[in-house]
């Protein structure tokens, strides 16, 4: 019985407009929610009204009981028929979870875009981790995704490192300290800046030696940057050249397009963007302009993008997004603004706060940063170490290959868990920890799961309508609602909403563990039927945890 298809059915006939459950917060508060305030201004009445009277007129086969809570109307499920109901749902759906919401649908994301003056760092991989998860939630929902990398390959910082270089191209490792080393001689020589300056007039000119020297250096640095994100599982569709925007004219389209806006000005020989009148840019600039161009007509980063957004607005068939540091904010209402100018939809933004260490904010032109790779490879020695001390026999491939997954597993875990707007502190005592809110935890729970399967032999037929106790109504209800949490994260592109319901699923596993005794249980249908219980909850927490990005090991 599809029990949430049963109380919108039930609902219909006594409300006019679209039915919206929600999943209450808890278990106990019931195992779906109506939100009656939204029935408020129909019938004229208080939502917390509206939901007793509800309360008493309802009734729906399945349903054990409706009750009144302030605004919301809760419905509890009978347990014996979800029991069955969800778990042969589990077991019969290998893409249970998805509500294939995007079948037929494209989704096209852009992430990433470490500027290519050296490896990645731990701050700016929270990007590339928000953006993968992202990619994977929308096409576990059924979505075509296309992963798009904007190669910011002419600025100031690539013209640095090929007057740095000296006319060579440098190892992918040298180009970070070659970036740092020339930013302090720009400190104590501010006239190295004019020929940071010819040198990109040099490019925009066409000239085709400039044009070599800097596609070199970058494509040096993109290399080494996308074989340490192919290493942590992030992949991509497409890369994108700002350069080719440099030289295939279409900037020269969108000046055309704002200027027939009648908002584009030239002031001291600059274009410039008027963004007067738009809220959100008037309270953070005092001059709420976009500048365009330099005084001698050569083209700024924003044009550039303006291009290319608008060539991604055509390239999207369905969602258009994009994923941006909290500090870029001002600078996407810029974009959006201008874009709308030109008749153009503008992306979906997720915008992502920092990662924080012990030392604080990272920089790269400063230098104090902890490289991805660095960050990586010590996650890999630390969960080693953690695994040692629990299994000092373990070696080669084995120790190796779980090592890996636990170590990367922590680092997307604790980055992801944290909503985007907030900042992540991290923290490896609680990271790599087996308790608590951490991937190894989940990760053990489904390599306990796994041990308990290996171990049970030929079994009777179930009986799930024997699932009564309360920590498997409890695990068998958080089953149950995995396909809402992972509608709710695809609406709102949050993957930590997977990433809580990962660790209260190994959470409700681990109270079921505890309590309910499986190859032991009082007879064979009731062995069979938990059996069928822990398959289901592998089957999910594999599933939740492949969204994430995180491998789910056999055994820990």
Known sequence: MDFREAIVSALKKEVSGDIVLEVPPSPELGDYAFPCFLLAKERKKPPVQI????????????VTKIVAAGPYLNFFVDKSSLASDVVVKVLKDRNYGSNASGKGKHALIEHTSINPNASPHVGRARNAILGDAVTRLLRFEGYKTDVHYFVNDIGKQIAMLVIASNGKTPSFKDLLQLYVDFNKQVEEKPELEKEVFALLKRLEDGDAK??????????AC?????????????????FDYESDYLFNKSTEAVLAALDASGKLKTEDGQKVLDLSGIPEIESGMKNPVLVLTRNDGTSLYPLRDLAYSKDKSAWAKGRNIIVLGEDQKLYFHQLAAALKMMGVQPPESVHYSFVLLAEGKMSTRKGTVVLLEEFMREAVDKAKMEILKRNPEMRGPELAGLSKAI???????????VSAEKNVT??????????????????????RINSILEKAGKLAKPDHALLTHAAESNLISMLGRFPEIVAQAAAQLAPHVLVAYARDLAQAFTAFYHECPVLAAENQALVAARIDLCKSAKQVLKTNLNLLGIDAPESM
């Open 407 to 417: 170590g990367f597993g922590a680092i997307k875990y604790t980055i992801l868990k």
């Open 222 to 238: 993109i290399k080494g940057q996308t074989a340490i994100l192919n290493d942590f599982g992030i992949a991509y569709d497409s």
């Open 426 to 447: 991290f923290d490896w005592a609680q990271a790599l920890s087996f308790e608590g809110d951490s991937a190894p935890y989940v990760q053990y729970a489904h390599a």
């Open 210 to 219: 400039v044009r070599k020297q800097f596609r070199d250096i970058v494509d």
């Open 51 to 62: 939901a007793q009277e509800l309360s008493r007129s309802l009734r729906i086969k399945g």
